[in-house]
Structure formats: structure tokens, C-alpha cells
């Protein structure tokens, strides 16, 4: 046994055991505890120190390489570039996806709404052509009736004067049929 | 132990700079001690392997957390303390390790290896928790206050752990002090 104030497993492992050596010069107890200790470590050092099965993998060995995923998740710019193009792949998708989900047959409904469109251009420009057509065709009627119109007055104005020259001329040729027949009277008397 | 302490900074201070190659001299420098701790603690040897390489992926991981690289062996165990006592609790959910049968040592005398096996089976007698401080102070050399960092506990309470499974050893392996020992 050894004295209770003195730390003697403290002083054998190295750690701080206080003044001791004064002690031990002095206890003879203390001493062969001491000496028993030393023993003991000795006997505890024999245990053998095992070799590893095999070399530890260094971190530089293939074994801890990343992945290419982990490397990209790892790395701030790719990330970075990951993230805009999954956000452009997201928005081209929904561009894409998005009539799809609202009209179920979308073939055949654009179709008809293509076809609807289509003839209802037609049929305004068919009416527009007609109507500026026949607004032509009006004028040109107007136009030629004015002429014949026209033409149809001259001549009537024509004839007139025709008319009235021979009525004129008739006159004169009765007055001088009825002066003849008064002389004639006249120089019979 | 000077020249040591100051070449683990300077590796330690390369790999936290990102040379690969300055962590792997420092692997190699302590996977024996590494491995033979874990060895004893969890007392098999193809896990104590796979301890030993969680352990230093770990440690390089967390390389950068380390405030002081002088601290690095008591770092580096705790790191390993952890790593072996959450397989020990997985393995063995009550908490205690299963003590083994104690064996009477005999005094005839003894080869290295018999001596060897005979220290092994001490230590085995031992709970986990008096082996675990055994093993930092006598086969690892750690302060009691790195004992305490390590094992997350008081001072005071390393100090009896250790005290405790010193005189147990002493008394298994008095036969082998006697004069069994060459």
C-alpha cells in the first residue's frame, strides 16, 4: 500500500504528481507500490502493437473520387449553370405542356379553328371583290346611261329643230299658196 | 516528439490547404495507433479496420474545424472514440460491453506472444469504459485533461476509471509480475 496523499499511478504516467520524490526517499511502502506500478506497465507494454489488415485508403485513392453528380453539387458555378438550365428546361416544358392541359383534343379543334378563320377571309375578301365589282359595273352604267341620255336629247333636240324647220317651210308654202290663190282670186274678178 | 508535433502542423496545415498528398503522410503516420485503439475497443479486428478508414475520412472532412492543429491527436481519437462507441451501441444497444470470463494467468514463463495474448485478456476483463482509458494513457500517452476532451467527461472521472482498471490489471496480471514476464 502506499500513503493516500501522494498520487503514485500519476507520477508513473507522466503527469503532474506534486513534490513526490522527497516522499518516496522516505516510505518504503510507497516505494515497492512504486516498483510495482513500473512492473505492471512493463507487463501492460507487451501487449503487441497489430499491424493494419491493409493500407488504410488514402483520400486520394480512386475509392473517395466523387461521382460526377457529387462533383457538380459540390462546385458553385456548376451548380449555378445546372440551375439556369433546369429553370429553362422547366419553362420550355410548360411552354409546351401548358395548351396541352387545357384543350383535350388539340389537333383537330386548331384545325377547325384554322379552317373557321380561313373562311371567314375568304368570304370577306369574296364580298369585297363583289362589291367593288358591281360598284364598277354601276358606275359604267351610269356612265354609258348618261351618254345615251345625252345622246338621245341631242337627236331629240335635233328632230325638233327638224320639225319645227319643216313646219316652218309648210307655212311658208301655205302662205304662198294662199297669197297665190288671192291673187288669183283677185286678178279673176 | 518535437520534430513530430511540428511536421503533423505543417501536414496538417498543407492538407487543410487542399494537398491530398500531405493528409495521406499524416494517415500513414497514425492508422497503426488509430487501428490498435479501435482494435481493443471494439475487439474485432475487420471493424476496427472499418473504423479506421471512417475515422480518417472524417477527420479530412472536418479538417477545417480543427482550431488548433497541436490538438490534433486528441482530435483525431475523439473522432475515433465516437466512431467506436456508436457500432458498440449499435452492437450491443445495454450499454456494456460483455466481459469475458476471467482466466487464471499462469505463472509458468511466458513467450512475448503469451505475454502479449495474456495483456489482451487483462484488458478484455475490463469494462469498456476502464479499457477505453487505459489504452489513451498508457498505450496512447494522452494528458488527463486530453482524456477528458476526448472522452467527454471530467477530469476526476478519467482519473478514476483509470486508477481503477490499473489496480485490476495489476492484480490479473501479478502472477505474469511476479517473474512469469522474460
Known amino acids: 500500500m502506499s500513503c493516500s496523499s501522494v498520487d503514485l499511478k500519476a507520477y508513473v504516467y507522466g503527469e503532474d504528481a506534486g513534490p513526490i520524490e522527497e516522499h518516496l526517499r522516505s516510505c518504503q511502502s510507497c516505494r515497492e507500490e512504486l516498483e510495482r506500478l513500473r512492473v505492471n506497465h512493463t507487463a501492460l507494454m507487451a501487449l503487441e502493437q497489430v499491424e493494419t489488415p491493409q493500407r488504410i485508403a488514402y483520400i486520394s485513392d480512386k475509392v473517395f473520387e466523387p461521382r460526377w453528380w457529387q462533383a457538380i453539387w459540390r462546385s458553385g458555378p456548376a451548380m449555378g449553370f445546372a440551375s439556369a438550365a433546369l429553370l429553362a428546361a422547366a419553362i420550355f416544358a410548360h411552354a409546351f405542356t401548358r395548351p396541352a392541359t387545357v384543350i383535350n383534343q388539340p389537333g383537330a379543334v386548331n384545325t377547325a379553328e384554322i379552317e373557321r378563320q380561313v373562311n371567314t377571309r375568304v368570304d370577306a375578301a369574296v364580298t369585297k371583290a363583289v362589291s367593288e365589282a358591281e360598284a364598277r359595273q354601276a358606275a359604267m352604267f351610269a356612265k354609258n346611261l348618261d351618254v345615251v341620255e345625252k345622246r338621245f336629247a341631242d337627236k331629240q333636240q335635233a328632230d325638233m329643230a327638224n320639225v319645227e324647220q319643216v313646219v316652218r317651210y309648210y307655212e311658208q308654202q301655205r302662205s304662198r299658196l294662199l297669197v297665190a290663190a288671192n291673187d288669183a282670186r283677185g286678178g279673176g274678178q | ?182
Open chain 2, 1 to 182: 516528439m518535437i520534430f513530430r508535433e511540428v511536421e503533423d502542423r505543417d501536414l496538417i496545415a498543407k492538407a487543410r490547404r487542399g494537398q491530398v498528398d500531405a493528409y495521406n503522410v499524416l494517415l500513414s503516420r497514425w492508422e497503426k495507433r488509430v487501428f490498435n485503439y479501435l482494435l481493443r475497443l471494439v475487439g474485432h479486428r475487420e471493424d476496427a479496420f472499418d473504423l479506421s478508414q471512417d475515422v480518417f475520412l472524417k477527420a479530412y472532412q472536418n479538417l477545417r474545424k480543427l482550431d488548433d492543429p497541436a490538438k490534433f491527436p486528441g482530435w483525431l481519437f475523439r473522432i475515433a472514440h465516437n466512431e467506436a462507441y456508436s457500432l458498440l451501441r449499435k452492437n450491443r444497444p445495454e450499454g456494456e460491453l460483455a466481459v469475458e470470463p476471467k482466466t487464471g494467468v499462469s505463472t509458468a514463463r511466458m513467450y512475448p506472444m503469451e505475454l502479449s495474448l495474456t495483456v489482451e485478456r487483462a484488458l478484455e476483463q475490463l469494462s469498456a469504459d476502464q479499457r477505453e482509458a487505459v489504452l489513451l494513457k498508457v498505450y496512447q500517452g494522452f494528458k488527463f485533461e486530453e482524456m477528458a476532451e476526448i472522452l467527454s467527461c471530467p477530469v476526476s472521472t478519467v482519473k478514476s476509471r483509470l486508477y481503477t482498471a490499473l489496480d485490476l490489471l495489476k492484480e490479473t496480471l501479478a502472477p505474469v509480475n511476479m517473474g512469469g514476464a522474460e
